[in-house]
């Protein structure tokens, strides 16, 4: 019910629109209660008296009545799916606004597939919570209470006989909500499994083909919605019985009302008009028990999927901006890193005890075998994550005291693994960015050795990119995303330096690109070319987490430690690499 009442408080932010839709619900429930007593007075007029004045007048009041419904339920109906709509619109905002702020240590446990599902599946579900629950919900209600008050003016004994099915319809309807919200939870936990495998598969669309891994993929695909389908049958076959207990109960005291009904009117108290109306009135409370069964389904899906939501709206991230935050205007590029830890989560540390500072234009190049945690020091600086002990400081600020965006301004990043959105290629390297100039986008790509290649294109800077910029090469995003960076023009630079994926001419452009947007920029450099770790002022190299060597090349060379035997496994194969070529040459 929490769930639920919090959901209600996306409708009642647009008010107006929820009072309009249970003004014109309520008008139109008014409406159709007066038709009935008003056939009832036709029929008794008629075998009283049978003046064809007064049946056209009670057809006429019929008829106005009748369109007075029609006109009132359009207008509830119109209401109730615009506050939906809108209703919706606020909760996918905001569950979409909620993933912006969360940091990368959320991001990290989640799977893509199940997020999209709550922000599209789930926020429908939602949306005919609003619609059919919150609005038609309430017009059963009103609905009983209205057709109960008249049939007990009429005749109590028969009213009694007609509501007496109220309470087992509502016994029924608990006992139904409780048995589908879990169904429900199960079949939208499911369809995010759903979402994900699909979303995986035509991310990964290539690799499949490459690896003939087709049917392992359907059989992966159709196992995941076999689950769904089953799922849904077993909640549709509870809506469903449901439905059809409805149905019986309301034929069987239909038949209760026309035999107790017909001993009423032998025994004159009541009049066959008055027992013809009790019977348009159980016609009209049969639509709402009818629907009662659609509405406890709509309630259940809709607590299930909030569940769901607000799981992502109610989660905190490990990295807060704090209320007293200033501005960070643009720094000189100190860098001061004192006694830092990071820990992922309570179980793990992945670096401990870090101490050292970075000058203004310094070049820093983190050297260290995969998981020495390189990149944790890298993403700290811009508070990707948060260090959980000592501290972070630019030009003596700790990165903690200052806004995110400002942070994110002075410090740009520029990793292996480039994203390229489906845009153009002048709104990819303009990303993020308000009113930029042509020509500064130019001059940024004319830096990453981008020009020609997109002076080439067509339709040149205005070129589309595909999904993730698959277009384009290895090497072409990554110079997109250099280009990206210059554009930024940020005083302090990260950047991860494998190119090994990439040819030996990208190689040396990129490499160039990298040269030049280095230049009077305090530079970290997660190093993996011997030439970046030759021309860095310091170089850390990180074994287990911690700082186990530091200096420069030469003086970790003659060390003969860490530093040495990476060298020698990983670095002195480059040189000889590049001193055969050159030879070759």
Do not use: C
């Not at 910029?469 to 930024?488: E, K, N």
């Amino acid at each position: 019910m929490r769930i639920l009442l919090r959901l209600a408080g996306y409708a009642l932010g647009h008010r107006w629109y929820l009072i309009g839709a249970y003004a014109t619900m309520t008008l139109s429930s008014l409406s159709a209660m007066v038709i009935p007593r008003m056939l009832g007075d036709a029929i008794d007029e008629a075998l009283a008296s049978g003046l064809q004045s007064k049946l056209l007048i009670l057809a006429g009041v019929i008829m106005a009545f009748s369109v007075l419904r029609g006109v009132f339920s359009y207008g509830q109906r119109y209401l109730s799916e615009a506050l939906s709509q809108k209703a919706a619109f606020d909760l996918r905002n905001d569950f979409f606004k909620k993933l912006q702020k969360l940091s990368f240590g959320f991001h990290d446990q989640q799977q893509t597939g199940n997020l999209m599902s709550k922000a599209t599946a789930d926020v429908e579900a939602v949306r005919m919570f609003v619609s059919m629950g919150l609005i038609r919900g309430l017009s059963v209600f009103i609905m009983v209470a209205l057709i109960g008050t008249v049939m007990f003016l009429t005749n109590w004994r028969l009213s009694i006989v007609s509501m007496a099915f109220v309470p087992i319809v509502m016994w029924r309807a608990i006992l139904m909500s409780t048995t589908l919200r879990p169904t429900w939870m199960k079949v939208q936990a499911e369809t995010g499994n759903l979402t994900t495998v699909l979303q995986e598969n035509l991310a990964g669309i290539r690799v499949v083909k490459a690896f003939g891994a087709r049917d392992f993929e359907v059989e992966k695909f159709e196992r995941r919605a076999g689950l769904v389908a089953d799922l849904t049958y077993k909640a549709t076959r509870l809506f469903a019985s449901q439905g059809s207990l409805m149905t019986f109960i309301f034929t069987a005291a239909t038949g209760a009302i026309l035999w107790v009904g017909g001993r009423e009117v032998i025994a004159d108290r009541l009049s066959t008009g008055e027992m013809a109306s009790f019977i348009m009135y159980m016609g009209l409370l049969g639509m709402p028990v009818r629907m009662s069964g659609w509405m406890v389904n709509t309630f259940s899906r809709a607590s299930s999927a909030g569940e769901r939501i607000f799981e992502v709206l109610d989660a905190e991230s490990p990295v807060q901006e704090r209320p007293d935050a200033k501005p960070l205007p643009r720094v000189a590029g100190h860098v001061k890193f004192s006694d830092v830890s990071v820990s992922y989560d309570s179980a793990e540390t992945a670096v401990r005890g870090i101490e050292f500072e970075a000058e203004p234009g310094q070049m820093i190049a983190l050297l260290g075998g995969p998981g020495s945690g390189k990149s944790t020091l890298a993403h700290v600086i811009p508070r990707f994550y948060d260090v959980s002990a000592g501290s972070v400081t630019i030009d003596g600020t700790d990165v903690r005291e200052v806004t995110l965006p400002s942070l994110r301004k002075n410090v740009g990043i520029v990793l292996q693994d480039v994203f390229v959105f489906a845009a153009t290629i002048r709104d990819n390297i303009a990303y993020g960015l308000d009113e930029v100039e042509t020509e500064d986008v130019v001059k940024a790509a004319k830096i990453a050795q981008l020009h020609e290649y997109i002076e080439g294109l067509p339709d040149g800077y205005n070129t589309w990119v595909g999904e993730r910029g698959i277009t384009l090469s290895g090497g072409q995003r990554q110079r997109l995303s250099i280009a990206r960076t210059i554009l930024l023009d940020p005083p302090i630079l990260i950047l991860d330096d494998s190119t090994s994926s990439v040819d030996m001419g990208t190689e040396h452009r990129i490499q160039e690109a990298l040269t030049e947007v280095i230049k009077g920029r305090t530079t970290f450099v997660i190093a993996h070319r011997l030439s970046t770790v030759k021309s860095a002022d310091l170089v850390l190299v990180l074994e287990g987490g911690e700082i186990v060597e530091r200096g420069s090349h030469q003086d970790l060379y003659d060390h003969d430690g860490f530093y040495r035997k990476i060298y020698d496994l990983q670095l002195r194969p480059q040189e000889e690499g590049a001193v055969a070529a050159g030879g070759d040459a």
